[in-house]
DNA sequence: GATATTGTGCATATTCAATGTACACAATAA
DNA sequence: TTATTGTGTACATTGAATATGCACAATATC
């Protein structure tokens, strides 16, 4: 269970936390009945309280990805492979599309969005 | 100069406010020495205070992006075709990598993505 | 010059993220 | 059965970011 937090990224350390699971789960390196490590154990790790990782868990509840137990812990949700792949689907879908819409916005062609798409693709860190 | 606030953003009303205005600028609906609504008047439309308009009129003008004067106005600030090109390219694809990233750590395929890419210019609406 | 219009600054209220601490429930060992 | 440990949960508080209202200063208009 690698997680971490940027400060530079200008999110709320929850978010940024259901994310990073949210994508762990979503490509299928955490799987279903897995156990996720106690919040207290992900808080010493990170240094910060339970609060954040408690909201984290809770929104990943909320969405379904994850069930809590009071005294046992909590555990990634049953879900079909079919509906994992729908999931992440439309998950990306939204981004791109988000993306798409501000592109055309500024008056971008689809070519050179796609162009754009595939350079970032080959250059992740920048 | 048609401005909107959407709640469900979740992002602070000044930071939409540059945003759109920003967008406005970058696609050449918004042209150098073009006169920005006074913030008392979008305040008002927008029935909201003027803190929130100020701030974003600040951002912008922080960002080059307009002059403001006192008892004058604030006004579209002076920009070559050439610079103005370079920036949108810039945030357009800052944007398409943020959501390249995204795409590739829920392990989609860089077709993958450009298939939802074209999928989402076909149809903006949803 | 008088007045209205414009951007600016300051004190206040509200919202939200995060902390610390105390509580409630479950599993295990004695 | 009881005590202990490990787990999630709830509450009161702090601090920062956001938004409000009103007063101020500079410019334009008459």
Redesign the interface.
């Known amino acids: 269970m690698d997680l971490f937090l940027t400060g530079s990224s200008g999110l709320p350390i929850y978010r940024q936390l259901f994310d990073q699971l949210c994508?762990q789960i979503?490509?299928?390196r955490l799987k279903s009945g897995d156990a996720l490590p106690p919040i207290r154990a992900v808080a010493k790790e990170l240094s910060i309280s339970v609060i954040p990782v408690k909201r984290a868990w809770e929104e990943l509840e909320a969405a379904g990805f994850i069930e809590s137990f009071v005294g046992r812990g909590c555990f990634i949700a049953p879900m079909s492979a079919e509906k994992l792949q729908r999931l992440?689907?439309s998950?990306?879908?939204d981004?791109?599309?988000?993306?798409?819409?501000?592109?055309?916005?500024?008056?971008?062609s689809?070519a050179?969005?796609?162009r754009?798409?595939?350079?970032?693709?080959a250059s992740?860190g920048?």
């Open positions: 994508a979503l490509d299928g992440k689907a998950m990306a879908a981004k791109l599309s988000d993306a798409a819409a501000y592109c055309r916005s500024l008056g971008l689809l050179e969005a796609e754009l798409l595939s350079d970032a693709w992740p920048e």
